[in-house]
C-alpha cells in the first residue's frame, strides 16, 4: 500500500468509518467494555452482511472478497479510532489469516466461510504464561492417536479466547511446532476470561487436557507461523494509528474550547508543541503501519523488517500520544469517567501485547544483521 490510498481503499475507510461512528461510538465500547460484554452481536451481524467486513480477506474460492492486508489495516484503523468491543481482530486479523497461510486446503474450505459470513469467531493461541509471541517457546504437547491429535498444556493472553468458537492452538508435535484447530466444546478445554488492564480487549487463559484438536497445515510451521506474526503486527500497527489519532483529534478539540486566563489553552506555546508532536508521531505511524500493510502481503525479510518497525514505532506513539491527550485535559483526562482514560489503557495493552517495542527492536537488529 502506498502512502496515499487509491480510490477504492478511501471508498472503505470512509465507509468504515460512517458505520462505526453511527453504530458502535466510543460510548458504546465503555457500555460493553462496563458489562463485561465481547462485542454488540447486532453490530457484528451488520459488519458482516451489510460491510462485509469479516469477509474482506478471505479468499473469494472460500466464500470470501480476496481482500489483502493493506485493506484490512484500513478496516482495523478505523476500528481502533473507535475501541471497537469486538471479536473482529481475533477472528479475521488472527485466526483468518493463520487458515489462509497454512495453505491447508481442506481446513480453509471448512472454517474459512463461516469466517466470512460472521457465522463463526475464532482467534490464535499461541502466547503462554511469558507472553511472548514467539512460536519457539511454545511448550504445550500435542501427540497423535489414531487419526486425530491430542493436546495437552496452557495458553495465555489469547485474544477473545474465552467466547471464540474456534481456537487455533499452537502446539509442539514430534517433527517441530504445529497449529491445531480446537472446537469450542471440545473435550478437556477449558477456558477463562484474565484479569486485563484493557477492558475493551477481553483476553483468556485456555486450558488443554488430552483435548482431541485437528491439525492445520502439514510437517513444522515454523516457516509460515513467521508470516502470520508479521501479518497480525502489521494489523496491530494500523489499529494502533487509529486510536492515536483519535487521541490527537480528542486532544485539539478541547484545547480549542477550555480558556485558562481569558484564552484559549490551545494558545499556549507549550500546547501547540504538544500538539505538534502529537501529529508528528501519528503521521509518521501511519506510515509505517502502510508500509508494513503493502509488505507483508508478499512474505519474506522485507515484510518482517516492515512488521517489526511498524509495532515498534506504533506502540510507542499511541502511548506517548494517550498520555499527552490526558495531559492537556487536565485533571477531568484522568479520571474513569473519560474516555481519555479508556484510549491510554488500550495504549498500554497494545504497547505490550504481540511483543513490546524492544522486543521489536531487538528482532529488527537481527534482521538487518546489526
Known amino acids: ?14 465507509l468504515v468509518h460512517d458505520f462505526l461512528q453511527d453504530r458502535s461510538p466510543v460510548a458504546d465500547a465503555r457500555r460493553l467494555a462496563e458489562s463485561g460484554a465481547d462485542g454488540d452481536r447486532a453490530v457484528w451481524t451488520q459488519m458482516a452482511e451489510q460491510l462485509r467486513l469479516q469477509a474482506l480477506v478471505v479468499p473469494e474460492e472460500h466464500g470470501g472478497d480476496g481482500y489483502g492486508p493493506a485493506e484490512l489495516g ?47 469467531t475464532a482467534t490464535l493461541a499461541l502466547a503462554e504464561d511469558s507472553g511472548a509471541w514467539d512460536a519457539g517457546l511454545v511448550r504445550t504437547q ?34 517441530g511446532v504445529g497449529v491445531f484447530a480446537v472446537e469450542a466444546d471440545a473435550p478437556g478445554l477449558t477456558r477463562a476470561p484474565m484479569d486485563v488492564l484493557d477492558p475493551t480487549r477481553p483476553l483468556a487463559t485456555v486450558q488443554l487436557d488430552e483435548t482431541p484438536a485437528t491439525r492445520v497445515g502439514t510437517g513444522d510451521a515454523s516457516g509460515w507461523l513467521a508470516s502470520v506474526t508479521d501479518l497480525v503486527l502489521a494489523a496491530s500497527a494500523a489499529e494502533q494509528v487509529g486510536g492515536a489519532a483519535a487521541c490527537l483529534a480528542m486532544a485539539v478539540d478541547y484545547a480549542k474550547v477550555r480558556e485558562q486566563f481569558g484564552r484559549p489553552i490551545g494558545s499556549f506555546q507549550a500546547i501547540k508543541h504538544k500538539c505538534s508532536t502529537m501529529l508528528l508521531q501519528v503521521e509518521c505511524g501511519r506510515s509505517a503501519a502502510y508500509a508494513a500493510g503493502a509488505a507483508v502481503a508478499t512474505p519474506g525479510p522485507e515484510a518482517s523488517t516492515a512488521a517489526a518497525v511498524a509495532k515498534a514505532y506504533c506502540s510507542q506513539a499511541f502511548t506517548h500520544v494517550a498520555k499527552e491527550c490526558l495531559q492537556i485535559h487536565g485533571g477531568v483526562g484522568f479520571t ?22 524492544a522486543s521489536h527492536r531487538a528482532r529488527l537488529a537481527e534482521l538487518v544483521g546489526i
Open 142 to 175: 500435542a501427540r497423535s492417536s489414531g487419526d486425530a491429535w491430542l493436546l495437552t498444556g496452557s495458553k495465555s493472553f489469547v485474544v477473545h479466547g474465552h467466547t471464540a468458537d474456534l481456537v487455533l492452538v499452537v502446539a509442539r508435535t514430534p517433527d
Open 74 to 120: 484500513i478496516v482495523l484503523e478505523q476500528m481502533g479510532g473507535v475501541l471497537l468491543v469486538s471479536p473482529y481482530f481475533a477472528t479475521v486479523a488472527m485466526a483468518a489469516q493463520t487458515l489462509i497461510a497454512s495453505g491447508d486446503e481442506t481446513a480453509m474450505r471448512r472454517w474459512l466461510p463461516g469466517i466470512a459470513d460472521g457465522a463463526t
Open 1 to 14: 500500500m502506498s502512502a496515499s490510498p487509491s480510490e477504492e481503499q478511501e471508498q472503505l475507510r470512509r
Open 336 to 357: 474513569w469517567e473519560h474516555d481519555a482514560h479508556l484510549y491510554l489503557r488500550r495504549a498500554k495493552s497494545s504497547e505490550l501485547l504481540f511483543g513490546s517495542p
